[in-house]
């Protein structure tokens, strides 16, 4: 029996019986015990079940929404504490950068009153910005990603090298000591774009994405000005935070 077959009978059983003994499973299946607590293991990591004392039982779907309930409420705070702290770095009547990312969007209705002028590639960022008293809003061209409403490509590229801001706000996906990084390469030149035409860069991090790495990297380290984050990273990684010019503010 394959391994997928084998994973589909495990959750089979449990959603008829809710839990099953490590040695029903494996009676059941004609497997061994420690191939049986592999697959639940496989299980466990994808949410469909939990393991118990000598078994398994299913993960019911009221525990999950809860679960992602929670977990949904615990990221948005987080992301509302570094937007208003990114926010508050943010002089009047000052012209400013906006890319797609969530955490730069919690910025947002922290900036009611400062008279901005904000250019994004976020078609939800712009309807937000859009709702702030005295703002001005400029919308980047380019090709649009239909699933996550960001534009980007050549033309956006374009289009942001003939502006000059004061800020850049910026979300990051990975970070460390040898600078920013991120998987798709169209999305990082547009980000690249966005810091190479700002005097300050604010980028803003949850501790997830501390010394971690990407497939393409936008920038060196010393290319931003600011790093906003939620918990106090490693001493190794302050240390390059400081040799590289960079402020760190915590939440």
């Known amino acids: 029996m394959l391994i997928e077959e084998r994973l589909d009978k495990i959750k089979s059983i449990l959603e008829q019986q809710n839990s ?51 977990r949904s409420s615990r990221d948005q705070q987080l992301k509302d504490s570094m937007g208003r702290l990114a926010a508050e770095q943010i002089k009047n009547n000052s012209a400013l950068i906006l890319d797609s990312s969530t955490t730069v969007e919690a910025a947002i209705p922290y900036l009611q009153g400062k008279g901005i002028l904000a250019i994004t590639n976020s078609l939800t960022h712009a309807t937000l910005l859009a709702q702030l008293a005295n703002s001005e809003i400029r919308m980047l061209p380019g090709k649009l990603h239909k699933q996550q409403l960001f534009i980007y490509g050549a033309e956006t590229v374009q289009k942001i090298s003939e502006y000059s801001v004061d800020y850049t706000l910026l979300g990051v996906f990975a970070i ?12 990082g030149l547009v980000k690249r774009q966005m810091i190479r035409q700002s005097k300050q860069v604010i980028a803003l991090a949850d501790h997830t994405k501390l010394e971690t790495t990407g497939l393409f990297k936008i920038c060196d380290l ?30």
């Open 20 to 70: 099953a003994s490590l040695e029903a499973l494996a009676a059941e299946l004609e497997v061994s015990k420690d191939t049986i607590r592999r697959d639940l293991i496989k299980l466990e990591q994808k949410n469909i079940v939990k393991r118990i004392h000598g078994g398994a039982m299913l993960v019911s779907r009221e525990a999950l929404i809860f679960d992602y309930q929670e």
């Open 222 to 251: 010393s290319e931003i000005d600011v790093l906003i984050t939620d918990q106090t990273p490693s001493a190794e990684f302050t240390t390059a935070l400081t040799e590289n010019n960079v402020e760190l503010m915590i939440t």
């Open 176 to 187: 460390n000591a040898e600078g920013l990084f991120i998987h798709t390469e169209e999305e």
